[in-house]
C-alpha cells in the first residue's frame, strides 16, 4: 500500500486541480497531472514488467490492448451500505452523499474517468479493428477511404427532432448508415448512463422481436441482443454498473403479447429497449402499442425501433410521448466475400457476411452463414433424445451469426458514444465545479415522470383501434403468463399467482434433465488469433438474479370456488429469463433435440379442461379496474389432434370415470397423482404423438367449427361469477394479431376497491364446462391493472 503522505499528496494536487479556475489551469493540463499521479499509481501497485521470454497469451493481450489499472485506494473508510436504495430511482440528492463516499472524492473520481475513458475507447477501436478499419492492421490500404468507412460503419445520426416534421427530408440522406436518434433523446441516454455509474445502478438492454431478432438458426448467445451484453457487461462491471441484455423475441409471432405486459415480461427496469418485428408487424397500431407500454416502464427507456414502413411515427413519438426515440439502420458498404481465398484474407467477423453479386451463393450457404453444435459429448451425461447436428430455424430470412454480430455492434457503439460524452461531461464539469457532479447532470425522476406523464394523456394510434379498452393504451399492464423468454421467470409465470389445489399441490414444471453448467461448445470459440473484444475488456460472467416467493396458500373468497387438481403447466423448463445466464438450463429436457441452442422461445399456457376444475389466481393492486386474459382457443382436438388434450385428465372421459379426483376403473385412486408426477418427472412426450387421430383431426376447422355447442366458459372476479356461452365467449374474443386472442373480464372505469376485503388483491376463478376432454382452455397470459 502507498504511505499516507502520497495519498495526501494525491488528494491535495486533485483537490488544487479540481477548484481552479478555466482560465487559470485548462483541462489537458489537469488531465496531464491525472496522468501523472495515474502512472505512479500504476507503477506502485501493479504486477512486474512482462517478462517476453514466458509472455502469456493474456499479457500479450494486455500490452497490445492496455489494461484497466483503477483501484481504490481509500476502500476501507468507505460507508457501508447502499445510501442511494432510500431515493426514488436512487436520486441521492448531491448534498446527502456521506462525507467519504466515492462519489465526493476527487483522487477517486479523477483517476476512475481516466481509466473509464480509456478503457470505453479500448472497446471501441477494438470492434473497428474487428472489422479491418482499426488504426493498426487495416485492410484498406487508402487512408482517407479507411477513415471514411470508419466514420460510418457504426454511425447512428443525432437529429435535431424538435426541427423536423418529415422522416423521409433526413432518411434518405442516412442509406446504409447505423440509424439515428434524436438529440434530445442522446442526451436522455448520456443522463441514464451518468446515472447508473453514479448510483451503482444497473443498466438493462431488452428487446422484442420476432424469429428473426430470436436469433433463430443460431445459438441463443449469437443473436445481437445477448451480443451486445457480452461486450458491455464486462465493461460496465468495472465501472461498477450491473449491465444484463435480455432477448425476448418469438418465433412467427409480432410482439402485440409482450407489449401489453411489457413491464413484467421485457424487466421494469429496462433502461434501453429495442423493438425488431417490422418483418411480422407492419401496422403502426403494433408499434405504437410496444412504444407506449414500454415508455410506462418504470424507467421510460430509450426505444430503438426497427420500422421501415411510411409515416413518420418516431418524431410522433418524441413531439407527444417526450420519447427518447430513434431508429435502427444498417450499414452495407462492408469490405464484400469474393471468393473462398479471398475471404481467408479478410477479418473473421466480415468473411461472408457480404459477397460479391457473382459469390452471393456463399453468404447464403449454411456452412458459411451458421456456427452451431447442438452436442458436446461428455462423460457424465447421455441425452435420452439424440441431438440434432445442428440448430434448428435455418429459414433463408433469418441473419447467420456474422449479421447478428454486426447489429450488435451497432447498438454497442451506439452506447459506447453516448458513455464516452457522458465521462467526458462528468469529468470537464467536475473540473470547475467540484464534486460530486451537479444533480442535472445525472438525476432521472423528473425525466421519467415528464415521459410517463405525456404518454398516459397524448394521442396516437393506439387510440384509433376499437377492439381492446382504450385505457388499454394509457394504462401499464401487471402481467403473468407461461410464455418464455420473460424476466424474472420465477415471479412472472401464471402459476406464481395460482393457488395450490385443496391438497396443497401446486403446478410444475418438469425437473431438469441434468444438473450444473454445460461444458463449453467449441464451436462457440473463436479460432486463434482473431480478434476478441469481450477478452480485450476483460469478459467474466456476472451473477444470478436472486427471487423471492409469495404465500399463495389464501382460502377462497367463496366456499363454492375450489382450485382444481387438474391444471396442466405445458411450459419449458429451467431458468428462461432470455438472458445469457439462461441458456445454460432453460428447456433442459429429456425431449429437447437440441440441448445446447439456448433458445427460450416457446408459446406455453396453463391448460384445463372440463375435469380441470376452477383455476384460481390471486391478482395483486387491482387499481384501474382492468382485467384481461390470452387464451389459445385453438387448443381444440378437431384442430389440432392429440395437442389439445390435458396430459392430466387422461381417462376421465371414459363412462364411469366422470369425476373432478379422478378413479380409473376403481383401482387406483390415486391414478391422476401418479400421472401428474410422471409428467413432471419426464416429458411431455410421454402423451403418445404417433397415435391416429386422423378420425378427429380436421387441420382446416375453425374453432366456430370445432367448439361443442354445450361449451361454457365460467369465470368469478371476488366470488361473483359470470357464464359466457359459446356464442358469448367467440364474440368477445379481440383477435387482434395472428394467434394472439385477448379477452376482456373487466373493464370498470369506476372501479372502487376500498370495500375489499383485501385492499387491492382480487381473486380471479376460471374454468371450461361442456366440453369434456376436447375443448382445453389454454390459458398463456393474464392481464390486471
Known amino acids: 500500500s502507498l504511505p499516507l503522505s502520497f495519498h495526501s499528496l494525491t488528494h491535495s494536487l486533485t483537490q488544487t486541480i479540481s477548484t481552479s479556475h478555466p482560465i487559470m489551469l485548462s483541462r489537458h493540463l489537469t488531465l496531464a497531472c491525472i496522468a501523472i499521479v495515474s502512472t505512479y499509481v500504476a507503477a506502485a501497485t501493479t504486477e512486474r514488467s512482462l517478462d517476453h521470454r514466458f509472455i502469456s497469451e493474456e499479457?500479450?493481450?494486455?500490452?497490445?490492448?492496455?489494461?484497466?489499472?483503477?483501484?481504490?485506494?481509500?476502500?476501507?473508510?468507505?460507508?457501508?451500505?447502499?445510501?442511494?436504495?432510500?431515493?426514488?430511482?436512487?436520486?441521492?440528492?448531491?448534498?446527502?452523499?456521506?462525507?467519504?463516499?466515492?462519489?465526493?472524492?476527487?483522487?477517486?473520481?479523477?483517476?476512475?474517468?481516466?481509466?473509464?475513458?480509456?478503457?470505453?475507447?479500448?472497446?471501441?477501436?477494438?470492434?473497428?479493428?474487428?472489422?479491418?478499419?482499426?488504426?493498426?492492421?487495416?485492410?484498406?490500404?487508402?487512408?482517407?477511404?479507411?477513415?471514411?468507412?470508419?466514420?460510418?460503419?457504426?454511425?447512428?445520426?443525432?437529429?435535431?427532432?424538435?426541427?423536423?416534421?418529415?422522416?423521409?427530408?433526413?432518411?434518405?440522406?442516412?442509406?446504409?448508415?447505423?440509424?439515428?436518434?434524436?438529440?434530445?433523446?442522446f442526451h436522455g441516454l448520456v443522463k441514464r448512463l451518468t446515472h447508473a455509474i453514479m448510483t451503482n445502478d444497473s443498466f438493462n438492454v431488452a428487446m422484442g422481436g420476432h424469429s428473426a431478432a430470436a436469433g433463430h438458426g443460431n445459438h441463443l448467445v449469437q443473436s445481437y441482443t445477448i451480443q451486445i451484453g457480452a461486450v458491455l457487461a464486462p465493461l460496465f462491471e468495472k465501472l461498477g454498473v450491473k449491465f444484463t441484455a435480455r432477448n425476448v423475441g418469438y418465433g412467427g409471432l409480432g410482439t402485440g403479447q409482450t407489449a401489453l405486459g411489457a413491464r413484467d415480461i421485457l424487466g421494469p427496469e429496462t433502461d434501453f429497449l429495442i423493438w425488431d418485428s417490422g418483418m411480422t408487424e407492419r401496422d403502426i397500431f403494433s408499434l405504437d402499442l410496444f412504444v407506449r407500454h414500454g415508455l410506462l416502464m418504470d424507467r421510460a427507456p430509450v426505444i430503438i425501433s426497427d420500422y421501415h414502413h411510411k409515416g413518420s411515427y418516431h418524431l410522433h413519438a418524441h413531439k407527444h410521448y417526450h420519447a427518447d426515440i430513434g431508429r435502427r439502420g444498417r450499414f452495407t458498404l462492408f469490405p464484400e466475400t469474393t471468393s473462398d481465398e479471398q475471404a481467408e484474407s479478410l477479418p473473421w467477423a466480415l468473411q461472408y457476411l457480404q459477397c460479391s453479386l457473382d459469390f452471393n451463393s456463399a453468404c447464403r450457404d449454411p456452412y458459411n452463414k451458421y456456427r452451431t453444435q447442438c452436442w458436446v459429448e461428455r462423460d457424465d451425461v447421455t441425452p435420452v433424445t439424440k441431438q440434432q447436428t445442428v440448430v434448428g430455424g435455418r429459414a433463408s430470412w433469418h441473419p447467420g451469426f456474422r449479421s447478428h454480430q454486426a447489429d450488435a455492434r451497432t447498438y454497442t457503439m451506439i452506447i459506447l458514444s453516448a458513455l464516452d460524452i457522458a465521462l467526458s461531461e462528468w469529468s470537464d464539469v467536475t473540473i470547475t465545479e467540484g464534486h460530486p457532479l451537479r444533480d442535472e447532470y445525472w438525476h432521472v425522476t423528473d425525466h421519467y415522470k415528464r415521459i410517463h406523464d405525456a404518454v398516459k394523456d397524448a394521442p396516437g394510434p393506439c387510440l384509433d383501434q376499437d377492439f381492446l379498452p382504450k385505457r388499454v393504451c394509457n394504462v401499464a399492464l401487471n402481467a403473468r403468463t407461461e410464455f418464455t423468454p420473460r424476466a424474472n421467470p420465477d415471479q412472472t409465470s401464471i402459476r406464481s399467482i395460482a393457488r395450490p389445489d385443496p391438497d396443497g399441490k401446486k403446478m410444475e414444471l418438469q425437473k431438469l434433465a441434468y444438473e450444473g453448467k454445460n461444458v463449453p461448445n467449441p464451436i462457440l470459440q473463436l479460432p486463434d488469433g482473431k480478434i476478441d473484444v469481450k477478452s480485450i475488456v476483460s469478459n467474466r460472467k456476472l451473477s444470478e438474479f436472486q427471487y423471492s416467493e409469495q404465500d399463495l396458500n389464501r382460502k377462497s373468497v367463496s366456499s363454492d370456488i375450489v382450485p382444481g387438481s387438474y391444471w396442466y403447466a405445458n411450459g419449458w423448463n429451467g431458468f428462461c429469463d432470455g438472458t445469457v445466464d439462461s441458456s445454460d438450463t432453460c428447456r433442459r429436457e429429456d425431449s429437447n433435440p437440441c440441448l445446447l441452442s439456448g433458445h427460450n422461445d416457446n408459446r406455453s399456457g396453463v391448460m384445463g379442461d372440463e375435469y380441470s376444475g376452477w383455476l384460481v389466481l390471486d391478482l395483486k393492486d387491482v387499481k384501474e379496474g382492468l382485467i384481461m386474459l390470452k387464451i389459445h382457443t385453438w387448443k381444440n382436438a378437431k384442430i389440432v389432434g392429440n395437442q389439445a388434450y390435458n396430459p392430466l385428465t387422461e381417462g376421465m372421459d371414459v363412462d364411469g370415470n366422470r369425476n373432478l379426483r379422478g378413479n380409473i376403473g376403481g383401482e387406483n385412486s390415486s391414478y391422476h397423482r401418479e400421472l401428474h408426477e410422471k409428467l413432471v418427472d419426464t416429458s411431455y412426450s410421454y402423451i403418445d404423438k404417433d397415435t391416429q387421430d386422423a378420425d378427429i383431426r380436421e387441420l382446416k376447422a375453425t374453432i366456430e367449427e370445432a367448439m361443442p355447442e354445450s361449451f361454457k366458459f365460467d369465470f368469478a372476479i371476488n366470488g361473483k361469477v359470470t357464464t359466457w356461452d359459446k356464442e358469448k365467449f367467440l364474440s368477445e374474443n379481440k383477435h387482434f394479431q395472428r394467434v394472439v386472442e385477448v379477452f376482456v373480464l373487466l373493464d370498470d372505469d369506476n372501479w372502487d376497491s376500498s370495500d375489499l376485503k383485501n385492499g387491492n388483491d382480487v381473486e380471479l376463478a376460471l374454468r371450461v364446462r361442456g366440453t369434456g376432454r376436447i375443448q382445453t382452455l389454454d390459458v398463456t397470459h393474464v392481464y390486471w391493472a
Open 59 to 185: 499479457d500479450a493481450l494486455t500490452e497490445k490492448w492496455g489494461k484497466w489499472k483503477f483501484y481504490d485506494g481509500s476502500e476501507e473508510v468507505r460507508p457501508a451500505g447502499d445510501y442511494c436504495a432510500a431515493y426514488p430511482n436512487r436520486d441521492i440528492p448531491g448534498d446527502d452523499f456521506p462525507a467519504e463516499a466515492w462519489q465526493q472524492d476527487a483522487v477517486y473520481v479523477n483517476h476512475f474517468l481516466h481509466e473509464a475513458l480509456q478503457l470505453v475507447e479500448r472497446a471501441k477501436e477494438a470492434i473497428y479493428t474487428e472489422y479491418g478499419v482499426g488504426k493498426e492492421g487495416s485492410i484498406i490500404e487508402d487512408e482517407a477511404e479507411r477513415k471514411k468507412i470508419r466514420k460510418d460503419m457504426f454511425h447512428v445520426e443525432i437529429i435535431d427532432c424538435d426541427n423536423e416534421t418529415d422522416e423521409k427530408t433526413f432518411l434518405d440522406k442516412m442509406v446504409g448508415m447505423g440509424g439515428w436518434i434524436c438529440k434530445n433523446s
